[in-house]
């Protein structure tokens, strides 16, 4: 009955945290409400079209990421061979780790997963969306760099700098671990794997990626670049190609082979290769490990992949709220 009690109070301060936050971000909006009431329903259908609109059916989002799947499923195949490929594992559908990483990779490629972030996170998500467009807050460095390709190297560099330090806080704070360890609950490396992500963390996330826009602006050519690149990429690291390209993956781009151990559920392989596209970091940071022998992927205690999908989340949340409001 206590700890009933306490769950249900970090719930109510949960829920009225994310109240805070809505209205201290609204709160223009709603006390042009308060004072004329007449302007709260139309503020209320603004805000309701604008989470709808996140359900963006995109033809052309589909196929490019359609493609970029193809082609990391068609290396993988060529690199391992059918009978140790990805897509003969998903095709047989009987392997329920498999199973979340095709409902999130369904959920990504037909653009629903920015919309069920923002409901699944009490619209906290929602505020990341915006911050891009605030004019005031825009440097636009990018329009001092002409070139495409050095735009492309700059920005990947920056923007790995910042992902690199998510990526690593991810693991070393406790709260946020609760929530980026769904990932790494996936007990076999498959392509798609890389899709695996809790709403809460790609709500996270969110606030934290904008920032390369921000300070370089939107040099189109460039980010479409740094998209197909690192979305290829990202794939083919998560897939069961188990190379370290050699000299390639040691100074250049993260291998397969590193980002496996990053997964690993030995011990000795944990707070390794945060990167996840450029080797720079790591090895600048002192976090590069290679040529380790992998024998398990997953958590050492891995309570997902046994109850179902909601089972699943539900966990995620529940072991949030707990860190969250630990005493220790």
Not at 10 to 34: D, K, M, Y
Not at 58 to 84: Q, S
Not at 213 to 229: A, D, K, Q
């Amino acid at each position: 009955m206590l700890q009933s009690k306490k769950n249900i109070t970090r719930w109510l301060l949960i829920i009225g945290l994310a109240i805070a936050i809505f209205v201290f971000h609204f709160q223009e909006h709603l006390l042009a409400a308060w004072n004329n009431p007449e302007s709260l329903k139309p503020f209320i259908s603004k805000r309701i079209h604008n989470v709808i609109d996140l359900l963006d059916f995109n033809w052309k989002h589909l196929f490019t990421d359609f493609f970029i799947v193809v082609a990391a499923l068609t290396i993988e195949i060529l690199w391992v061979g059918w009978e140790n490929c990805s897509l003969k594992k998903l095709l047989h559908f009987n392997n329920k780790s498999l199973k979340m990483d095709l409902f999130f990779f369904v959920l990504a490629v037909t653009n629903s997963f920015k919309f069920l972030s923002v409901v699944l996170t009490f619209g906290i998500g929602y505020l990341a969306f915006g911050i891009v467009s605030v004019d005031s807050m825009q440097m636009n460095l990018g329009a001092y760099i002409s070139w495409p390709w050095l735009q492309f190297i700059v920005v990947s560099l920056y923007s790995e700098l910042i992902s690199y330090w998510i990526h690593r806080f991810a693991h070393s704070v406790k709260w946020w671990w609760m929530v980026h360890r769904f990932h790494h609950s996936a007990e076999e490396m498959g392509t798609i794997t890389y899709y695996r992500v809790h709403f809460i963390e790609n709500a996270l996330n969110q606030f934290f990626k904008v920032i390369p826009f921000i300070v370089f602006g939107m040099p189109l050519e460039s980010y479409l670049i740094y998209y197909i690149i690192t979305e290829l990429h990202n794939l083919l690291i998560h897939s069961e190609i188990k190379s370290d390209w050699g000299w390639f993956g040691r100074y250049v781009l993260i291998s397969p082979m590193a980002h496996r151990i990053h997964h690993s559920a030995d011990a000795a392989h944990y707070n390794y290769n945060f990167s996840n596209f450029l080797t720079v970091w790591d090895r600048l940071m002192g976090t590069f490990k290679e040529n380790a022998v992998v024998e398990k992927i997953g958590l050492d205690e891995n309570p997902y992949n046994q109850k179902g999908l909601f089972s699943d989340l539900w966990t995620t949340y529940k072991d949030l709220i707990g860190a969250v409001f630990e005493k220790k």
